[in-house]
Structure formats: C-alpha cells, structure tokens
C-alpha cells in the first residue's frame, strides 16, 4: 500500500461546501481496502485529533461525530481505492487539518483513533465568517 494522500481542502465562506478525498499514492487497481472500514479526522492547533465519521467496509453503514451529522456525508468508491468526504453548510469551527485513517484490522465504523492503523498527511480546511 502507498501512503494515503489527502485533498479538497481549501478556503471557503461560512455556508459553502467542499468536497475532499482520500486515496493510496501510486497503488494501481481497485480494492485494496474492500475488507477495512475508513474514516475522517481533524485536528486544530492546540487541540487532539477528533473524530469526523467513519464508514464500514461495504458502505453500507456510517457513524458521525454529533457536529457533523446531516451537514457531512461519507462514501467510499472500492474501485478507486477513495474515501469521501463531502462538507456542506461549513462553519467556522470545521476548521481544521482533515485526516483520513484506514482501520485494517475491522470491517466496521469506529470513532476510536487508536483503531486506525494507516493514516494519511492532512489536507486544511479552513472556513471564514
């Protein structure tokens, strides 16, 4: 496995949306993560990482932290080797250095940091009022 690159990120206005991804750097083919659940964190400076939402190894269930729920959506595409993260309604306080994390070990969602055992660098988000 390559390591794990993260991107979307950007500045945008309190109410915009951003979409980011997460993908292997130079893995080819699918599937390299079909039996391993996925996830977002973020971090801000002075602070832990903290858990965004995570999303099973089929897709078919997701978990979010209660101050994204219904404003972040989380996918994943098995053939691309990608996770999602799609951001709408962002607010100020989603600013943040965003992480993706691959839980090898578990086909299931997780809000637990120390369950992820393969981490990509971050990609910044950072929102204006």
């Known amino acids: 496995q390559g390591q794990l690159v993260a991107s979307g990120g950007g500045l945008v206005q309190a109410g915009n949306s951003l979409a980011l991804s997460c993908a292997p750097d130079?893995?080819?083919?699918?599937?390299?993560?079909?039996?391993?659940?996925m996830g977002w964190f973020r971090q801000t400076p002075g602070k832990g990482r903290g858990f965004v939402a995570s999303?099973?190894?089929?897709?078919?269930?997701?978990y979010y932290a209660v101050s994204v729920k219904g404003r972040f959506t989380i996918t994943r595409d098995d053939a691309k080797n990608t996770v999602y993260l799609q951001m709408d309604d962002l607010k100020p306080e989603d600013t943040a250095l965003y992480s993706c994390?691959?839980?090898?070990?578990?086909?299931?969602?997780?809000?637990?940091?120390?369950?992820?055992?393969?981490w990509g660098q971050g990609t910044q988000v950072t929102v204006s009022s």
């Open positions: 994390a691959v839980r090898s070990t578990s086909r299931y969602v997780s809000d637990i940091e120390d369950s992820y055992d393969f």
């Open positions: 999303i099973s190894y089929n897709g078919l269930a997701t």
């Open positions: 130079g893995v080819s083919g699918g599937g390299a993560f079909t039996k391993s659940a």
